[in-house]
């Protein structure tokens, strides 16, 4: 439980706020980059930590992020010509560079300096691993968090969004929570025995676990980057003998690896919009080759991608109960929500934009989350007192960390279970 100040703390991302100001000092994927490929880019709106901002690349090839109001007197700039190396807005044609600078001001008469007393808000953009990323902190900005997937073929990785309508925080708890996946998605979730790690079926996109252990214990330790923790069950065979563990990396300060089939790595994480809504990230990429439809709907669930719209909404919400199909629970659905990632989003957005985490009753099985909620909070106060973030300090690669799950000897340590890649 938290009181009512500290979950405004964690929760609200906008300006100034404690947490907003530790998010800001990190980069966030915002684009596809297929969308800006080519000079002189269709301008796109794009918010972010509860900034209006426009994304484009200028008639000369440069990527900008602007704030998205025209500095003479507001008009949308997503409305803007892209030419003569910046974006010209419509009303009274001023143009503004991606670095920010004024360039023109037509309208004022022949001579006028005005321009040089105005500048626009700027931001640092990126384009890496297919998607154009965002850093809207101080300088020196930090590095990008260059997972093993950002440098990786193409074809080999798939990322799906969609944007969902709750507080980055509910999303990300979802994502660091393994004791969920025994109901909510018992629908995809196969006990098996013969299997010693995570396994699926292209066939019917399940996903196989050697445990129906539905208590597991949760053990966390801290990393330079956040921390991971493993979620312990006793496995369906030779339970007196091993343990199935299952690890969870997370990587501060939305970014959390989880354990894919033996030779992929899963990336899931909420990109924070605003207070009251996200962006959700389904990063698969396996190591050894193209990624084919049947694997992906092995690894997340079937269905999930056809239920997206374009501009990333999803078609299921509180408006429409999230699809929930009754009729499919009678006959033996857990959830009636098609989709493992649908079934979590359901949960996420159910528990309203920001959930007031002074009304919630915490148990042991949910360390991992009051785990991050220490450790962010405690950051954005040092970050607040001029102390640096958690996982800016270098000490890891990014592209080193995976997550694993796997049969471990009883007397061993979880941690053994990296010995198993
Ligand atoms: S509002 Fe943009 S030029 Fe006037
Ligand atoms: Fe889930």
């Known amino acids: 439980m938290l009181s009512v100040e500290e979950n405004e703390a964690l929760c609200r991302v906008g300006p100034g706020t404690l947490m907003g100001e ?28 509860g900034e209006d901002l426009v994304l484009f ?58 321009r040089e007393r105005v500048r626009q808000v700027a931001y640092q953009v990126v ?36 944007k969902v309508g709750c507080n980055w925080v509910q999303v990300l708890e979802g994502l660091i929570d393994s004791s969920h996946s025994s109901f909510l998605h018992a629908d ?13 079926d292209f066939e019917h996109g ?11 214990r949760i053990e966390v330790e801290d990393t330079p980057y956040g921390f991971r923790y493993a979620a312990i069950r006793r496995p369906l065979l030779d339970a007196d003998k091993k343990k199935y563990v299952r690890t969870t990396l997370f990587v501060a300060p939305v970014y959390c690896l989880i354990p894919g089939m033996a030779g992929w790595t899963v990336n899931q994480f909420p990109v924070p919009t605003d207070d009251v809504s996200s962006t959700f990230y389904n990063v698969q990429y ?31 919400g509180p408006a429409n109960g999230w699809l929930q199909d009754r009729a499919a ?31 919630e009753h915490l148990g042991t099985a949910d360390r991992a989350v009051i785990h991050m909620r220490r450790l962010m909070l405690l950051t954005a106060r040092q970050v ?38």
């Open 188 to 200: 995809q979730i196969r006990h098996a025995t013969g299997t010693e790690r995570s396994g699926g």
């Open 57 to 114: 690349r200028s008639s000369v090839g440069e990527l900008g992020l602007l704030d998205e109001h025209c500095p003479h007197r507001g008009a949308s700039l997503s409305l803007a010509r892209n030419e003569d190396c910046g974006l010209r807005c419509l009303y009274h044609g001023w143009l503004v560079a991606p670095g920010g600078s004024v360039l023109d001001t037509p309208n004022e008469p022949e001579g006028s300096r005005l």
């Open 206 to 216: 399940t996903v196989h676990r050697p445990s129906n252990d539905r208590r597991p």
């Open 22 to 49: 530790l998010l800001r000092r990190y980069w966030y994927p915002v684009s596809q980059a297929a969308r800006h490929a080519q000079a002189g880019s269709v301008p796109e709106r794009v918010r972010l930590l």
């Open 127 to 162: 384009e890496a691993g297919g998607l154009v990323w965002a850093y809207l902190g101080p300088d020196p900005a930090p590095p990008l968090p260059a997972f093993d997937w950002v440098g990786a073929p193409r074809e080999n990785v798939a990322i799906m969004a969609v």
């Open 384 to 421: 607040a007192e001029g102390g640096s973030p958690i996982g800016c300090g270098g000490h890891f690669r990014y592209a080193d960390l995976l997550a694993e799950d796997g049969l471990v000897e009883v007397e061993r340590p979880w941690q053994d279970v990296s010995a198993l890649r």
């Open 329 to 359: 629970m009678a006959d033996g659905s857990w959830s009636g929500i098609k989709g493992l990632m649908n079934e979590d989003i359901a949960c996420q957005e159910s528990m309203g934009p920001i959930y007031d985490r002074s009304r």
């Open 286 to 316: 396996k190591h050894d080759g193209p990624v084919d439809e049947g694997q992906l709907r092995a690894q997340v669930g079937a269905m999930w991608e056809r239920d997206i719209l374009p501009g990333l909404q999803s078609r299921r």
